[in-house]
């Protein structure tokens, strides 16, 4: 069930708000219970038979908390360590199963048997968000950075909970561990994350799903594409992923908020950052934070000799790329992103003071870079990725462009224009001076969210094309 589809906007949202805020409003117990059931009703939509995997998540990681727990209280640090052990073989064992071994298998298939049949897996949903937040679960009761969750209901929330459920951001238990139990719901937090959730859904269905139809064209037609068109289908995607996977992020943090959650943010104007080092502090923030606490940091981080910190650094970049996929594109998408951080911490140019020249240059070499990086990632395999990259340098023969470049261009200049506009922090500053300020101009702040609500239900309404990125990984 998308954020952006009728039945969730319609029925799903509404029915949930009502029976949460309405016929449980006076029982927290209640309500905990109601919100696991509804967010299992919600994986279980597209794909009913993937939430056996969900329950079997949940029963397993609140067995492997209770066991850390009880090693804890008994002063015996071994006994923990082999509980958290087990946890992390059991989770690591799930994603390796429906994601990446028939990617393995293929790869193998010279030493398997003659005739051997490899297997075809469906994908659950969302899988690498849900279980590295069931590991979080695990490994912040190990560490004392959350209390263990005694009630099997309890766990059940935290890794179910429909807002981050299937495309992040991925929220670490430690963050809410507390408001599982003593959340408190407010009309001003409730109004603030149903604005947050507008503005989401407005980057997600106005800008994103508008962008998409001409990477998609792009990257579906490498051969024949002019040079020109081949770096609009490239500005088109890199401008699409970042309004499609920060728009959910800010749906899933509004829809937290209006349940009593505040989950962290994941985003922050990442195309403004002035090094490849910067942009992975603002982008994807939630992940890039899993992998510094959960990896970089328990492998010695920088505080090694420099060849060891060479290898903590690809040791969590190759996990990266592999997170996202089962496809050797992903593999040479993280390693890209090792070999840029490593050479600007190797430089010093990540820290470095430039002037307004200098500061302009970084950012149109970061900006490049990630752009590039995005052309990897959205490539079918390296062969594709070598042919979209010798489009992009006029390679076709095609020329540099033509007129269904100039026709398609022109259609796509106003959502080109607004997403480079909202992906700066001008619209923010705009926003924030809107909504606080008070008196008309805030009256203005919210007309102009509801108008935008209402061109983006009218956009889903007449659109059948509604893709989620992240839903894929």
């Known amino acids: 069930m998308l954020f952006s589809s009728t039945t969730f906007l319609y029925y799903f949202l509404p029915a949930v708000l009502l029976v949460y805020y309405g016929l449980l409003r006076r029982s927290r117990k209640l309500q905990n219970l109601f919100l696991t059931l509804a967010s299992l009703f919600f994986y279980a939509w597209g794909e009913p038979k993937f939430v056996l995997v969900m329950l079997l998540s949940i029963a397993a990681n609140w067995l492997f908390g209770l066991g850390v727990e009880r090693c804890r209280e008994r002063h015996n640090p071994r006994g923990a360590k082999l509980w958290v052990t087990a946890a992390i073989l ?109 503005v989401g859904l407005c980057k997600k269905v106005l800008l994103s799903n508008s962008l998409s139809v001409f990477a ?79 990896v970089y940091f328990p492998l010695g981080g920088n505080r090694v000799s420099r060849r060891r910190h060479l290898l903590n650094l690809f040791a969590v970049w190759l996990l990266t790329g592999i997170w996202h996929g089962a496809n050797w594109t992903f593999v040479a998408w993280g390693l890209m992103y090792f070999v840029l951080l490593a050479a600007e911490k190797l430089t010093g140019l990540d820290k470095a003071h430039t002037g307004v020249l200098g500061t302009a240059a970084r950012r149109a070499y970061t900006l490049l870079f990630v752009m590039l990086g995005w052309v990897i990632f959205k490539s079918d395999s390296l062969g594709h990725t070598w042919q979209y990259f010798g489009a992009m340098l006029g390679g076709n023969g095609t020329g540099l462009w033509d007129g269904l ?51 983006s239900i009218a956009s889903i309404e007449s659109s059948a094309h509604n893709p989620f990125i992240y839903f894929n990984f």
Request: proline content about 4%; aromatic content about 20%; some cysteine.
């Open 90 to 198: 059991f989770n690591l064992a799930i994603l390796f199963l429906f994601k990446y071994l028939t990617f393995t298998l293929k790869n193998l298939v010279w030493l398997l048997p003659e005739g051997f049949s490899i297997p075809e897996i469906a994908l659950p949903i969302g899988i690498s968000f849900f279980t590295f937040q069931a590991l979080s679960y695990v490994l912040d009761v190990y560490r004392g950075a959350g209390a263990v969750q005694k009630n099997i209901v309890h766990v059940g929330l935290y890794i179910s909970l429909f807002p981050q459920l299937i495309a992040g951001p991925i929220v670490r238990y430690q963050t809410v561990a507390e408001e599982i139990l003593h959340r408190r719901e407010n009309t001003e937090d409730f109004f603030e994350g149903f604005a947050r959730f507008v």
């Open 216 to 294: 998609d064209y792009a990257f579906a037609h490498t051969g024949e594409l002019t040079a020109a068109y081949a770096w609009l289908g490239a500005v088109c995607y890199t401008l699409q992923i970042f309004f499609d996977f920060s728009g959910y992020s800010d749906m899933a943090i509004g829809l937290g908020r209006m349940f009593g959650f505040h989950f962290l943010e994941n985003f922050d104007y990442p195309y403004i950052s002035r090094s490849v080092t910067e942009f992975w502090r603002r982008w994807h923030i939630s992940l890039g934070t899993w992998f510094r606490d959960y």
């Open 405 to 455: 470049f100039l026709r398609d261009f022109r259609t796509a200049l106003i959502p080109l224009a607004a997403a480079v506009l909202f992906s700066i922090p001008v619209a923010n500053y705009v926003k924030k001076r809107f909504s606080t300020c008070g008196g008309l101009p805030q009256v203005l702040y919210y007309a102009v969210l509801f108008l935008l609500f209402v061109l």
